[in-house]
């Protein structure tokens, strides 16, 4: 039999589960705990003890904050995690950002219209009434300022979305997700390649979205070369023109 | 000819950056309507004052950092109507009788118009924040509003935590316990936040943030301690709440912990006792002789020593967090807040 004691699992402190204020969010039980920081017990002039304590306390929030960050997997936190869960949470996020992303831009094209929510500061609110809140406008109304910039040209509300073709040349499966802005058929649109979040992988090159005006639809070109690496690539789909984003492109290469 | 003191050069700064929060809040509360009941009801707390603090910090960060005075007037806006739905709520939690030197709003319209109102509230700064997309562009409206999302989830969470130590007479709590509820409840919305969202917007997101955490919870702490003595010992015209209030509220603060850690046990056990009860059933003996141990202990003089001490670390950490800024009001008023929070009565 080996000489070497058996590693043995310690004893638990507690024979019940933990039920008080200090675990409410996770922090640790302030009853009988130790300093957190340094080991020391905070010296007893009330000056010096509140900065010691109060040092110790931020100290060990930011610690606490670190930690999380890195066990979500955000670089600069600290070593990666594992590459396979690194690489679904990144996706998450990325498809977090498009989601937002597509939602400001929805956001911003309610707001070019003049239609959306409640009118800011400097705009003048539609009149007429809907329930028990005056929609403003009414005869004991304060006069609004008036706006100090133009409106920019709305677009009409309503419209069908547009219609998408794909064209992909891929050995592999692959997933694709396009978010695009109504009325973009029309426009001449370019697609930056695409980048994964992780520097060290190559970007995706040679996309292009062809505009069809005559069929309000676009076309996207897309090449998965064979031995791309996995992972969730992004770019943004700029109107030529202008420069300004009208919708984003993401797609997904699973692990073999 | 006399120099101004910190005081007073904080106290204009504060009309300056208050002046204009306030008009632009009045915008967002009128909504086009300013007669009818429920923006009344809504406008109450707003149009009873106060010091605009968070507003002008916001402010005054962004501009130290060279942002155009109006760049953070929404996100300014946006706190001030949350903090004011916090106080509505906070009141109805705390069953407070006063705020800014009149009955507090359930007092006056009773809980349930109060909640609503509270939310109404909660959601109008929404709107602010909304509408800088439009000043700010989309990028940092977004990043602002991430920032929001955290302000009030730890706010919220720092309530909760207080809330909790007094719903289950908890009384086994040290100065740590405190600092950390109030850098969740207090210091996040009240110093952190507006810093942090004023360096966001004044460097257009080129800032490391965590840099202005230790400044903004030096800062918060001493401002959360000052307010909670003030509560003892202020001049309850001035302070706009009722003195003695935290103590019958059963408040957990700086002073009651240490009051709890320090007097004799058939003191504490009576004073166990007393937090045990609900403010109903508290009398005005009781908060008396509490109030009286909280002299006789010392625990009113340590609480101030303690604020001392935090203002001065975060005067050490301004030094470190805003050193590189070129000269200005804004980040002069920066620098005179550790000392203006322990100043002021």
């Known amino acids: 039999m080996d000489e070497r004691e058996r590693v043995k699992k310690p004893e638990p402190e507690r024979s019940q589960p933990i039920r008080n204020w200090g675990v409410l969010f996770g922090a640790r039980s302030a009853q009988g705990a130790p300093p957190a920081q340094g080991g020391s017990a905070p010296p007893g002039d009330p000056v010096s003890r509140g900065v010691e304590l109060g040092y110790q306390v931020i100290e060990e929030y930011l610690r606490q904050g670190r930690n999380v960050a890195r066990a979500m997997g955000v670089p600069s936190a600290g070593p990666a995690p594992a590459e396979e869960g690194a690489q679904n949470r990144m996706g998450a996020l990325l498809r977090s950002f498009t989601d937002f992303a597509s939602l400001w831009m929805d956001v911003m094209s309610r707001m070019g219209a003049g239609g959306g929510g409640a009118p800011a500061p400097g705009f003048t609110p539609a009149s007429g009434t809907a329930g028990p809140f005056p929609a403003g406008g009414g005869p004991d109304a304060a006069e609004a300022p008036k706006a100090v910039a133009p409106e920019p040209p709305a677009e009409p509300q309503g419209m069908a979305p547009v219609g998408l073709m794909l064209d992909i040349q891929s050995a592999r499966r692959v997933e694709v997700s396009v978010d695009l802005r109504p009325r973009s058929s029309g426009l001449p649109l370019v697609v930056h390649d695409l980048r994964a979040p992780e520097p060290d992988k190559p970007r995706l090159t040679g996309v292009k979205i062809e505009s069809l005006p005559d069929e309000e639809r676009v076309c996207l070109h897309l090449q998965v070369p064979e031995e791309h690496p996995a992972g969730v690539y992004s770019g943004l789909i700029l109107d030529e023109r202008t420069s300004l984003p009208r919708g984003t492109l993401t797609v997904r290469i699973p692990p073999r | ?345």
């Not at chain 2, 507003?55 to 949350?82: I, K, Q």
């Not at chain 2, 720092?158 to 086994?172: F, I, K, M, N, Y």
Request: hydrophobic fraction near 40%; proline fraction near 2%.
């Open chain 2, 1 to 345: 000819m006399f120099a101004r003191s910190t005081s007073d050069r904080v106290r204009e700064r504060l009309d300056d950056y208050g002046a204009a929060a306030r008009a632009r809040m009045r915008e967002y509360l009128r909504d086009g309507q300013t007669r009818h009941a429920f923006y009344e009801l809504v406008s109450d707390y707003p149009e009873r004052g106060g010091r605009s603090l968070r507003a002008s910090l916001c402010l005054a960060t962004a501009r130290a950092f060279g942002a155009h005075p109006t760049d953070a007037l929404n996100s300014a806006v946006a706190l001030e109507l949350l903090h004011n739905a916090f106080l509505v709520h906070d009141d109805l939690e705390d069953e407070s009788q006063e705020r800014r030197g009149s009955p507090t709003l359930h007092l006056r319209h009773g809980a349930p118009l109060a909640i609503n109102a509270g939310d109404a509230l909660a959601v109008m700064s929404l709107r602010p924040l909304i509408d800088n997309v439009s000043t700010l562009g989309s990028r940092l409206a977004f990043r602002i509003l991430e920032e929001a999302e955290r302000m009030a989830r730890e706010s919220v969470e720092g309530q909760a935590l207080e809330l909790w130590w007094r719903q289950h007479h908890v009384v086994e709590l040290s100065e740590a316990d405190y600092l950390r509820m109030v850098l969740k409840k207090t210091c996040w919305y009240t110093s952190i936040y507006p810093m942090r969202v004023g360096a966001l917007i004044g460097t257009r997101d080129g800032v490391e943030l965590d840099r202005y955490l230790h400044f903004g919870f030096f800062v918060g702490a001493a401002f959360q301690i000052q307010d909670d003595l003030l509560n003892l010992v202020g001049d309850e015209a001035r302070y706009g709440k009722e003195l003695d209030g935290d103590i019958w509220e059963g408040k957990r603060t700086l002073m009651l912990i240490h009051l709890l850690n320090v007097m004799k046990s058939s003191e504490r056990d009576r004073l166990c006792q007393v937090l045990g009860m609900s403010r109903a059933e508290r009398t005005r003996e009781q908060v008396r002789w509490i109030r009286e141990c909280m002299d006789r202990y010392g625990s009113i003089e340590y609480a101030r020593q303690v604020a001392h001490g935090l203002a001065g670390a975060a005067l050490h950490e301004f030094l470190l967090a805003f050193a590189d800024l070129p000269d200005s009001l804004d980040k002069d008023f920066l620098a005179a807040l550790p000392t203006w929070v322990i100043e002021r009565a």
